[in-house]
């Protein structure tokens, strides 16, 4: 398929303060190799979903540049399509891109559109809400959900300083159930937990180490967890890569995952909170067309 036509989709809170001038940048990168852009800086959230979901399909390709929050967002939109995306990095963390191999770079962007490797990834289901990458449940939603009291911008790994402090010492980790392709493989424990369509996550850590996003499974990684100081050992062993040889982590991969507790538990899917428990998540084959660096 020949490229010309791209609908651009730009987050202008995502990340660093450049984005300021990314919409610039994109629109010359572009045409200078004859591509006809168009460019959309979205407003707030659900934007880029919606002129995904409403114009896309007058476009060759959707080019979206973001954090992980605005992909899932602007894939979303695209659901029940076969519109390729490509992607141009500029949030904080960018998990896809550095799963993907993509960077913020205008020389690795135009070789991807003329050149790219064109590759279909399985996709997440939670609660009827489609993902990408992954959902945290429990600790890491709870860290979200404190960043969200006061974010007003821009944001960089310092930002996430004050929420990650807080829920340490205020989070209590309440009681869940998981269950995954029928079986109870976790009954009211008490943790936190992790399901993955991709093996990366924050700062370089492989919670879910086996997970692939073309395998049409989802990785199950819950963490079993009752106090701080566990919670801090849980870290150092992901940071050594040796948590899941830990009698307290409970390592799955399944289509379908069932997480229920009594009690009101948060989960987040790629980086933006969805709502409390339960939850039930399944995995989409060959969900999405996505275009990377050759």
């Not at 990408?132 to 600790?139: A, C, I, K, N």
């Not at 969200?148 to 980790?173: A, D, M, Q, S, V």
Request: aromatic share 10%; glycine share 8%; hydrophobic share 40%.
């Amino acid at each position: 398929m020949d490229i010309k036509k791209i609908l651009v989709i730009i987050n202008p809170i995502s990340g660093y303060s450049r984005s300021r001038e990314l919409p610039m940048k994109l629109r010359e990168t572009l045409e200078a190799q004859e591509f006809e852009p168009y460019i959309h800086i979205t407003r707030g959230p659900g934007d880029g979903g919606h002129w995904a979901r409403q114009y896309a399909h007058r476009f060759d390709l959707v080019l979206i540049s973001g954090g992980d929050g605005t992909i899932c967002e602007v894939i979303n939109g695209l659901s029940g399509t076969d519109k390729p995306i490509a992607i141009f990095p500029s949030g904080t963390e960018n998990l896809f891109a550095r799963e993907m191999g993509v960077l913020p770079d205008c020389d690795q962007l135009i070789q991807t559109l003329k050149w790219g490797r064109r590759v279909v990834m399985d996709m997440g289901q939670v609660n009827h809400r489609k993902f990408l990458l992954l959902s945290g449940v429990g600790f890491d939603a709870h860290v979200l959900l404190e960043l969200n009291k006061f974010r007003t911008g821009n944001i960089t790994h310092l930002t996430y300083f004050w929420p990650i402090w807080r829920t340490l010492w205020e989070y209590r980790f309440p009681p869940m159930t998981v269950e995954a392709d029928g079986e109870i493989i976790v009954e009211n424990a008490r943790g936190l937990m992790f399901v993955s369509n991709i093996s990366r996550y924050a700062v370089g850590l492989r919670i879910c180490e086996q997970a692939r996003y073309d395998d049409g499974l989802l990785d199950i990684c819950f963490y079993h967890c009752t106090h701080q100081f566990r919670l801090v050992k849980h870290a150092w062993n992901t940071v050594m890569r040796t948590h899941c040889r830990d009698s307290m982590v409970t390592y799955r991969q399944a289509k379908k995952i069932r997480v229920t507790s009594t009690e009101p538990i948060p989960f987040e899917t790629d980086g933006d909170p969805v709502g409390n428990l339960p939850a039930e998540f399944s995995v989409i084959p060959q969900a999405v067309r996505v275009i990377l660096p050759p």
